[in-house]
């Protein structure tokens, strides 16, 4: 899995960073990417990506805050153009629906894939052999969710040696082997599923929040996750604002992966006030805190693989 943030500003596009958009890369696990929020020009940032558009299987919308879905119907356009013909679908609060309908329709854009739109509230929004996303009401000036994501655990691993030396022929026992069931040999001989297998793997769990002041939601949708995506449009010296426009300080993030027991904290949704020389302050003002925590930059990329968050690149461009 990784974590590839496309826009990390806030408001408003300014010339370091796009308006929000964050790409879970599940590649590797299921061929495909999620997108979480979608501001204007997202599928400008993409093309200085490696990312195709046809590979865009989910999009999560936090609210309805133009910087978080004014990139969404170029986007779902390009795709349809560029030859995408798998499914998509679309969860968010209540109006993402009409808003996106009649987008489609006054502009004459005509999909060539099927295009789900969900209109959701707190709970599981989507679950299947692989994943579960559940979503819970944060606190912004709208209505707003966060979204917490969790693999579920990897099944064990056939170690291909073990079922040799033990001369399992190849074919549908080693297949009952790797599903955890013992199996008996042509021979007569058992052989046990532990005995061939490597311990199941814990899957990730990781939350994306939106924009939200410090709030107790927040905290039980990141309890005890791998990684946090929380906003701080402030910082200490405008925590006033914060509160006032229903904001985060990156103290407020922190503060809630605390709460949480959360291992790692990226921020974004960083506002234009704060130019490169100021986020070595911002990260000074979290520093007594006793897990990493990153400042996201547009075109930040995450790997995140047995248990190490790791930064893989700085830019595409
Ligand atoms: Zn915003
Ligand atoms: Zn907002």
């Given amino acids: 899995m990784q974590l590839l943030f496309l826009g990390t500003g806030a408001g408003m596009p300014s010339k ?31 093309l200085h990506t490696t990312l195709k558009p046809r590979k865009l299987e989910k999009i999560f919308i936090t609210h309805l805050h133009g910087d978080h879905i004014y990139g969404l119907p170029g986007l779902l356009g390009s795709r349809s153009f560029l030859g995408g013909d798998a499914s998509l679908t679309i969860y968010g609060p209540k109006g993402i629906k009409a808003w996106i309908e009649l987008t489609l329709l006054t502009s004459s854009t005509y999909l060539k894939y099927k295009l789900n739109i969900i209109e959701i509230e707190d709970g599981i929004i989507f679950e299947d052999a692989q994943f579960i996303v559940e979503a819970k009401s944060i606190e912004h000036v709208i209505p707003c969710f966060g979204f917490k994501i969790t693999q ?28 955890g069931h013992d ?41 005890g996750a791998d990684i946090v995506v929380h906003e701080a449009t402030f910082d200490k010296e405008t925590a006033e604002l914060a509160g006032l426009y229903g904001h985060s300080t990156i103290l407020d993030a922190a503060n809630v992966c605390k ?11 960083i ?26 930059e547009d075109f930040a990329e995450y790997d995140w693989s047995n248990g190490i968050l790791n930064k893989i690149t700085d830019s595409e461009r």
């Fill in 16 to 46: 370091g960073r796009n308006t929000t958009a964050t790409v879970l890369k599940l590649l590797e696990e299921r061929g495909t990417y999620w997108l979480f929020d979608c501001g204007e020009a997202t599928q400008h940032q993409i």
């Fill in 152 to 179: 579920k655990p990897l099944p064990p691993q056939l170690i291909i040696e073990k079922t040799d030396a033990l001369k399992v022929p190849r074919g549908p026992l080693l297949k009952q082997l790797k599903e």
């Fill in 183 to 223: 199996v008996e040999l042509p021979d007569g001989r058992i052989v046990l599923s532990k005995e061939v297998t490597g311990a199941p793997k814990d899957g990730f769990q990781i939350t994306l929040l939106g924009d939200t002041k410090y709030c107790e939601n927040s905290i039980s949708l990141s309890q």
């Fill in 259 to 269: 709460e949480a027991n959360a291992k790692h904290l990226i921020v974004n949704h």
């Fill in 271 to 296: 506002s234009a006030r704060f130019l490169p020389y100021h986020l070595k302050e911002m990260l000074n003002q979290v520093a007594l805190f006793d897990f990493p925590i990153h400042i996201a």
